[in-house]
């Protein structure tokens, strides 16, 4: 809850900006289109065709094509997906002003541009007010899509509740955005009575409410950009959408405050996202696994030792991407397929080559990248893997889907508390078909030369084993345990006061 | 006051004609009359004068100035403009549609508000009681005389008007007619009107022009083209008032049988 400022300040930051940049874009093109009538059709449907991608994809889409993340691509997408409304109302309004009231006004000798601001625009008002009041809802809503982007907003809330199985976040989320949307729609409303009945106290007081509005809403930023002391840098912690990243991106963000710095945590970003992040300078901080930046980002099939493959990530990120790898955490976060216990009995399933005779029966379960990533082709040619049916879905869901039956087999995550909860069994990987996947820590070549900073987080280096990472995983993700918490817990680890 | 000079309009490069070769003229004061079926070239040849359509060729001069030495917006805003449609602004009060044209034409505040009581009161609407209002919330009738003092509001010597009373129901109407008459008579106001209205043409026009595919078939007082229309076409339409009473002299005789 004490983020809620926060969030709903980002939230209302990009609506605003997105709906004002959508309204002076698309009221001028849409008077555009009613005077020169062959750019009608085909502006509509470019900003119908737009309209018709969903959100979530409008926004994965600006970030290769911007290369960029954060508020940058969510403000675009969001622009765009307010075009339509705007555009369309306006030009409907228009057209729709009695044709016989245009013609008396230029029989009495009104210029185009007179017929345009007194006549055509005023009766074209409400009609254009309810179209941008549609794209004010669309755009709040949509907004909340805008944190698997690296955008902060109230889907905050809903992204990392669903991960970390909070419902009351998800709700906050989602009745914050509710408020909001209504909140903006029945203010445009209120300067739409106020023009069209021409009352000006109304009329001020709606505007005076948006800015009150956008005032409370920058608040907390301007309070944060203001009010810090030194060192004044904020440091951008990123996360991946699983509970492990969110606990440690809340670990590191606590241990940097704890000594001075300021934080940002940007969660729920896809690996390739973050990593180009980091790589750009926009996040400064994130934990990858060494398997992961192996295969996905050195493109290496060959596997070679533990140690061999983290001396050697580290000094290629140094040598060709200028990133710091702090260390290893302690602990392997490593992909495996896991089958239920009463299957692995009955099949005699101890190792990934087990399966191979049944897979042609089997559904396999996955979260949102492993399918697209190399680690899945090194598997599935090493062990000659051929499932029934792929199934991608939130990691959240697979461990309930592989003990209702849903699926066979998931890709399970080695320190996941649930494979021991739901009664999985992780097949062995004789072939090392799997690269290790040890967490590291990553810092971005502008903090990397930063004393302080490496100082602070030096103490986690090493810090969490296995076990620990895991025990904190069950607590947010079986016990409910709040991710704050779980840091908490964590942090005891290498905190030798708290014992 | 008009001098229209062998005009035409083509709407598609001279592949027809909706008004071909058209000549007359109105003298300051005097109303004339535009008849014809729907198509005959009426209502193209009336805008021609005010330039909401361009003429293809010929000349139409307004008080001895060629039209295409003027630009548009001046031309109009010294004449007055009204249709059947009225198109009363909505979003204006009465006050402001009359206002529009002494606004455009700079008109002090003042000066525009005293117009605007002096031209309701012209038209026959209490300026206390009407000036406030929207258009929508008066009758059909009260709208075509607002529409009336706000083509009137900048002071215009000439008229033009696209079936003024079309809208109007026969009692209204008359009632509107009888006091533009009154009022044209007043200001001394040239006039040219269209109507596919025979009677009202014949009682309010000083001279009609009787068209049909785009020319002028007869040009003269309603009583020299009642007793000597010199074209059948001419005959067959101004004849029709008088028909037209004579069938219902007879149904009226008959006592209600059917004819």
């Not at chain 1, 005779?357 to 190399?374: K, M, T, V």
């Not at chain 1, 499932?387 to 939130?394: C, P």
Request: glycine share 8%; hydrophobic share 45%.
């Amino acid at each position: 809850m004490k983020l809620l400022p926060d969030y709903l300040g980002h939230h209302l930051l990009l609506t605003l900006i997105a709906l004002i940049t959508g309204i002076l874009v698309c009221v001028p093109l849409g008077l555009l289109v009613t005077r020169v009538k062959a750019l009608q059709w085909p502006t509509l449907a470019v900003a119908s065709v737009l309209q018709t991608i969903p959100g979530i994809a409008l926004l994965a889409l600006m970030v290769p094509l911007l290369g960029k993340i954060g508020l940058i691509p969510a403000l675009l997408a969001l622009i765009i997906y307010s075009f339509l409304p705007i555009l369309r109302n306006t030009v409907t309004g228009v057209l729709n002003v009695d044709s016989s009231v245009v013609e008396a006004a230029r029989g009495l000798g009104m210029s185009d541009r007179q017929i345009l601001y007194k006549i055509e625009l005023p009766l074209a008002l409400p009609v254009l007010i309810a179209g941008i009041r549609t794209a004010t809802v669309w755009v709040v809503g949509t907004a909340t899509l805008a944190t698997p982007v690296g955008a902060t907003s109230l889907g905050n809330f809903v992204f990392s509740g669903l991960q970390t199985q909070n419902v009351a976040a998800i709700i906050v989320g989602c009745v914050a955005a509710a408020l909001l949307a209504i909140v903006l729609d029945q203010l445009v409303r209120l300067i739409e009575i106020a023009t069209s009945g021409r009352n000006g106290i109304l009329g001020a007081a709606a505007i005076i409410s948006l800015l009150l509005l956008i005032g409370a809403g920058l608040s907390p930023m301007i309070i944060n950009a203001s009010g810090s002391k030194v060192p004044a840098q904020t440091i951008v912690v990123g996360s991946k959408p699983f509970t492990e990243q969110y606990i440690l991106a809340q670990t590191i963000s606590d241990r940097l405050r704890e000594s001075g710095f300021k934080t940002d945590i940007r969660s729920g970003m896809g690996s390739m996202v973050l990593f180009e992040a980091m790589e750009n300078g926009e996040i400064d901080c994130y934990v990858d696994y060494t398997g992961t930046i192996w295969s996905n980002v050195m493109k290496r099939k060959d596997v070679p030792s533990r140690k061999e493959v983290l001396q050697q990530m580290t000094a290629w990120l140094r040598q060709k991407h200028d990133i710091l790898c702090l260390g290893p955490l302690g602990f392997e976060n490593t992909y495996g397929l896991a089958v239920r216990e009463e299957d692995a009995r009955a099949y005699r399933l101890t190792a990934i080559a087990d399966l191979t005779p049944r897979a042609p029966e089997l559904l396999i379960g996955s979260d949102y990248e492993f399918f697209l990533r190399p680690e899945w082709e090194s598997l599935r040619d090493s062990y000659h893997l051929d499932f029934k049916k792929k199934i991608t879905m939130d990691p959240v869901l697979m461990y309930r889907a592989i003990s209702q039956g849903e699926v066979d087999v998931i890709s399970a995550y080695s320190t996941d508390g649930r494979i021991a909860a739901y009664g999985l069994v992780v097949l062995e990987d004789p072939r090392q078909a799997l690269p290790p996947y040890d967490a590291v820590l990553l810092l971005s070549s502008h903090v990397a030369n930063h004393p302080e900073l490496t100082e602070a987080l030096g103490v986690l280096i090493a810090g969490i084993d296995d076990d620990s990472m895991r025990q904190a995983n069950k607590l947010v993700d079986l016990d409910g345990v709040s991710v704050d918490s779980a840091a908490a817990f964590l942090r005891n680890g290498f905190e030798p006061g708290n014992f | 006051m008009i001098s229209v000079r062998g005009v035409s309009k083509s709407y598609n490069d001279g592949l027809t004609w909706a008004v071909k070769d058209v000549s007359f003229d109105v003298t300051a004061g005097e109303v004339l009359a535009l008849v014809g079926e729907s198509g005959c070239g009426k209502t193209s040849t009336l805008k021609m004068i005010n330039r909401l359509v361009e003429l293809t060729s010929g000349a139409i001069a307004v008080g001895d100035r060629d039209i295409m030495s003027i630009p548009p917006v001046v031309l109009r805003r010294s004449i007055g403009y009204v249709i059947q449609e009225i198109g009363l602004f909505p979003h204006l009060t009465v006050e402001e549609n009359i206002g529009v044209v002494p606004e455009l034409l700079g008109w002090s505040v003042n000066r525009t508000k005293e117009r605007v009581d002096e031209l309701l009161n012209l038209v026959g609407l209490d300026a206390r009681e009407y000036r406030k209002r929207r258009p929508e919330e008066l009758s059909g009738g009260q709208q075509q005389r607002v529409g009336l003092a706000r083509a009137l509001a900048g002071g215009p010597k000439t008229m033009l008007m696209d079936e003024p009373f079309g809208a109007l129901d026969p009692i209204t109407r008359a009632g509107v007619v009888e006091e533009f008459r009154k009022i044209q008579h007043d200001l001394s106001l040239t006039v040219i009107f269209v109507t596919h209205d025979m009677a009202e043409a014949l009682i309010l026009a000083d001279r009609i022009a009787v068209m049909k595919d785009g020319s002028i078939m007869a040009i003269d007082t309603p009583s020299e083209l009642l007793s000597n229309p010199g074209d059948p076409y001419a005959e067959e339409l101004l004849s029709m008032p008088q028909r037209q009473a004579k069938i219902i002299t007879e149904i009226a005789k008959s006592g209600g049988e059917p004819l």
